[in-house]
């Protein structure tokens, strides 16, 4: 992967929906922005409307869910637009919301892809960073992990791995994907999010969830998903690996090099990015002391 352009959308494109947990009415609006601006959200809900940048610092824990704080404004379940913008490698964008919450639409990426392509995508003069990853960089532990090698092909790459046991309607499911616009487009981002039925129950207990409908996600029973067909056989690892690349963008700039999840989830791949950012430090450190 070499250095390529920047990019951006031409034009605004709006995505409408509810939250998942909130239950609550929210517009998305996608608007071009300028080179070296990366992807800001906008809360223009709020007075005057607060600006979080999508990078890893502005991260912050909520289960389930990728999230970020600037002040006192959050934005949370972002992790889909995320790989909808990296995966077709838009660069520089506001995502302006008003509302907490991202729309789940249909549990996937599509309808954002769709919206942002609707938009057009052009090339900017300023050149997109890399950051290449030059030697191992893992976090987690035996069961879960998530690590980042060098790449053999100067690509960036993903296999995911998950693990439900040997029977049931999951089971145990692996892809390995090189992530472009094409690929991401026809194996990743019409993958929905899947949840197992007692844990949707206990959500709704919870107050949770309480707009969602079998049709919105994929709800699995021991027979499969309740009212609903996959789109892919495997297509809960597809949805895991959509995750893996939402979540990886947060790094900022391009990456270049082979990614490996293992059960993981959304901490352990912010922990990740963490991670990779301070051995690029590292790296910065030493040499300006060499």
Same mark, same amino acid.
């Given at each position: ?23 609550? !009415? ?19 809900? %709020? !007075?005057?409307?607060?600006? *979080? #940048?999508?990078? /890893? ?10 999230? %970020? ?7 949370? @379940?972002?992790?889909?637009? @995320? ?12 995502? &302006?919301?008003?509302?907490?919450? @991202? ?10 892809? #769709? #919206?942002?392509? =609707?938009?057009?995508?052009? =090339? ?8 290449? /990853? ?7 532990? !035996?069961?879960? &992990? ?28 692996? *892809? =390995? ?12 981002? =019409? #993958? ?9 129950? &206990? ?30 056989? !495997? ?19 391009? %990456? ?35």
């Amino acid at each position: 992967m070499s250095f390529r352009q920047q990019r951006t959308i031409s034009r605004t494109a709006r995505v409408p929906g509810f939250g998942y947990w909130s239950g609550r !009415d929210v517009l998305v609006e996608f608007r071009p922005a300028l080179e070296n601006t990366g992807i800001v959200f906008v809360r223009f809900d %709020l !007075d005057p409307p607060q600006r *979080i #940048a999508a990078l /890893v610092q502005n991260r912050i824990e909520i289960p389930l869910r990728t999230s %970020l704080q600037g002040g006192e404004a959050t934005v949370e @379940m972002i992790e889909h637009i @995320m790989a909808a913008l990296a995966g077709l490698r838009i660069d520089n964008c506001e995502v &302006w919301v008003n509302s907490p919450e @991202m729309p789940g639409c249909d549990g996937s990426a599509q309808p954002f892809v #769709a #919206a942002l392509e =609707s938009a057009g995508i052009e =090339s900017q003069p300023a050149l997109r960073e890399r950051l290449v /990853v030059n030697g191992l960089v893992r976090v987690g532990d !035996d069961q879960c &992990w998530v690590e980042a090698r060098p790449s053999e092909n100067d690509e960036f790459s993903i296999q995911c791995r998950i693990d439900y046991g040997p029977s049931g309607p999951i089971g145990r499911q692996t *892809i =390995s994907v090189t992530v472009t616009p094409d690929t991401f487009r026809s194996q990743l981002a =019409s #993958a929905r999010t899947f949840i197992l039925k007692e844990e949707a129950e &206990w959500l709704r207990s919870q107050g949770l969830g309480t707009r969602v409908t079998y049709r919105d996600l994929l709800v699995f029973d021991n027979d499969g998903p309740i009212d609903n067909a996959l789109r892919f056989t !495997d297509e809960c690892v597809r949805h895991k690996t959509l995750d893996v690349v939402g979540d990886l963008a947060l790094v900022g700039c391009d %990456l270049v090099g082979h990614f490996v999840a293992q059960c993981s989830g959304h901490r352990l791949n912010a922990e990740l990015v963490g991670g990779l950012l301070a051995e690029v430090q590292t790296v910065s450190s030493m040499r300006q002391t060499a």
